[in-house]
């Protein structure tokens, strides 16, 4: 593989994460991403552009995965189930079969994370997780208006501002830009990244290993990057979750560089004390601070 030769002015690296809502192996990525926002912080800059997976599921054609066809939704459920068992992160395939009838196209979704950066990248990229959340482990219709427009108003976000970037096309327009940028990048498969450096920058296609990334930080950095040793206890466990607003075992067992054993069990005394809440989400949980929060002794780890 050849590194394309590229100037920075810094030693950050920036990753850009060519994504859709409803990728399962997008969703499946979220533990490894998490993991290197955490070790890594502002040092690598993490940006997302919205891919469009699926344009009319009339027409799609997944060959290597068995989809496509008039039983395309009970195909893709298997999929999902299938990829599930590998990466780990909870899934509900019976959305399919809720949705098959109006589902078309996966754009509505890519084009609602688009209106939602309008209010800023930040905030596009906790939407953006609300959504995969939403598609992949809460049977939510993610494609559907109202679902948008009901996550927005529950993340926070200017709900009015959020329908008139819609409505306007802005949000389209945005889109449309980012899936330009993903035909000149040659981008076809989800999730997708690309990593760029002081040295260069590459291209990195399909589920990644957290170990490839490190590779390639070292390969395209004028410098060593600053690892975060990231310690495990039951309140540095508490503020991830509080910072992300929900997190499934093995993204506590990939950050923390632990059993996944070890992270449910940790996880569930930590609701057994009123810490945390746990919800079914599919064929798994997901976990999250109760409304109000607790408080912690950070000294001792005590909640």
Request: aromatic share 10%.
């Amino acid at each position: 593989m050849k590194i394309r030769e590229q100037k920075m002015t810094d030693t950050t690296i920036e990753i850009i994460n060519f994504t859709d809502p409803y990728c399962t192996w997008c969703w499946g990525s979220e533990p490894i991403l998490r993991k290197i926002q955490e070790v890594y912080g502002p040092q690598v800059k993490l940006s997302y552009r919205m891919g469009g997976l699926v344009e009319d599921i009339a027409d799609f054609n997944d060959p290597a995965n068995g989809i496509g066809g008039k039983d395309w939704y009970r195909q893709v459920a298997e999929h999902w189930v299938d990829a599930s068992l590998r990466h780990q992160m909870p899934v509900d395939e019976t959305i399919f079969f809720d949705i098959k009838d109006d589902y078309r196209s996966t754009y509505p979704a890519c084009i609602a994370v688009k209106a939602a950066e309008c209010q800023g990248e930040d905030t596009g990229a906790r939407y953006l997780r609300g959504l995969r959340a939403g598609a992949a482990a809460e049977n939510k219709a993610i494609h559907r208006l109202r679902v948008q427009i009901e996550l927005a108003g529950e993340m926070g976000l200017d709900v009015d501002r959020f329908v008139e970037d819609i409505d306007s096309g802005r949000a389209e327009q945005a889109f449309r830009k980012d899936l330009q940028e993903c035909r000149e990048r040659g981008v076809r498969g989800f999730p997708c990244y690309l990593i760029r450096g002081p040295k260069g920058e590459m291209m990195l296609r399909g589920y990644t290993a957290y170990d490839k990334f490190e590779f390639w930080f070292a390969e395209l950095s004028d410098k060593p990057l600053t690892r975060q040793k990231l310690r495990y206890d039951t309140a540095q466990v508490l503020d991830f979750i509080s910072k992300y607003g929900n997190a499934a075992p093995v993204e506590i067992a990939c950050v923390y560089e632990i059993s996944i054993e070890t992270a449910q069990a940790q996880l569930r005394r930590m609701v057994d004390n009123g810490v945390l809440l746990e919800t079914k989400a599919g064929n798994g949980y997901l976990y999250s601070v109760p409304q109000g929060g607790v408080v912690c002794d950070i000294a001792s780890g005590v909640c």
